[in-house]
């Protein structure tokens, strides 16, 4: 055991940063939305060193925010029946949660198996049950800041 640690460190590069593991991206996509998704997936890229790869993560994460809240706001001002709109407020977020998920174990879990193989490490929850939470804060901030720029746009 302890000679095939030494092999493995001369012929492989012992990883030194954490990484976000599948399912921690599919409960902090839960718990703090397509904002915490794209973080941690774009964080994971930089970790193997795939920066194109985390800058299209953001690009993605900016248009799915603003598609997922549009039509929240989209459903609430059009009338149609509860149900309906009670059903989509589930779909939307179980819907864009599954596609997180897919896409980190289809683009990311082969490299997240080496390198937690190859001795690197998993993230703690608590961190990103910290991060979820700042990412919550950061867009209850926008929201806020939208609905106040569109008050002040009614009495102009």
């Not at 997936?41 to 900016?62: C, H, M, P, Q, S």
């Not at 709109?85 to 596609?99: F, L, Q, R």
Request: no cysteine; glycine share 6%.
């Amino acid at each position: 055991m302890e000679k095939e640690l030494i092999e493995k460190s001369i012929f492989v590069e012992i990883p030194t940063k954490k990484i976000y593991g599948s399912l921690a991206i599919g409960i902090a996509t839960f718990l703090g939305g397509p904002l915490v998704a794209g973080y941690l997936i774009a964080e994971n890229f930089r970790t193997f060193k795939d920066n194109k790869k985390a800058k299209i993560t953001w690009i993605i994460t900016i248009v799915t925010i603003i598609l997922s809240y549009g039509v929240f706001f989209f459903i609430k001002n059009i009338n149609l029946p509860n149900e309906i709109i009670n059903i989509s407020y589930i779909i939307i977020p179980v819907t864009y949660i599954a596609v997180t998920f897919y896409f980190a174990k289809i683009f990311q879990e082969q490299k997240s198996n080496e390198h937690i193989k190859n001795g690197g490490k998993y993230y703690s929850w608590w961190r990103i049950m910290l991060i979820a939470m700042i990412a919550n804060f950061i867009l209850a901030l926008l929201i806020s800041g939208f609905f106040l720029f569109y008050i002040a746009l009614m009495f102009l």
